[in-house]
């Protein structure tokens, strides 16, 4: 992971709105979506990118994914 990569993750504001609700601990990715302006397949690529700059961790449990 780079330094560069960090701050492309949390330069988006969405991104960080998502950071700030998992503060209180692991969501669902439905639960994550459900109060922001934007789809869940969107709120999914943007965990995606959290997750490549290893800001956060996905784990499946069954036909859900905690974030």
């Given at each position: 992971?780079?330094?560069?990569m960090t701050f492309s993750a949390l330069?988006?504001?969405t991104r960080r709105a998502l950071l700030e609700?998992?503060?209180t601990?692991?969501?669902t990715l439905s639960d994550?979506?459900?109060?922001?302006?934007?789809?869940l397949m969107a709120t999914?690529?943007?965990v995606r990118v959290l997750?490549?700059?290893e800001l956060v961790a996905t784990t499946k449990?069954?036909?859900s994914r905690y974030v």
């Amino acid at each position: 992971m780079s330094l560069e990569m960090t701050f492309s993750a949390l330069a988006d504001p969405t991104r960080r709105a998502l950071l700030e609700r998992l503060e209180t601990g692991e969501q669902t990715l439905s639960d994550l979506a459900s109060p922001l302006p934007i789809s869940l397949m969107a709120t999914q690529k943007q965990v995606r990118v959290l997750e490549e700059a290893e800001l956060v961790a996905t784990t499946k449990i069954g036909r859900s994914r905690y974030v």
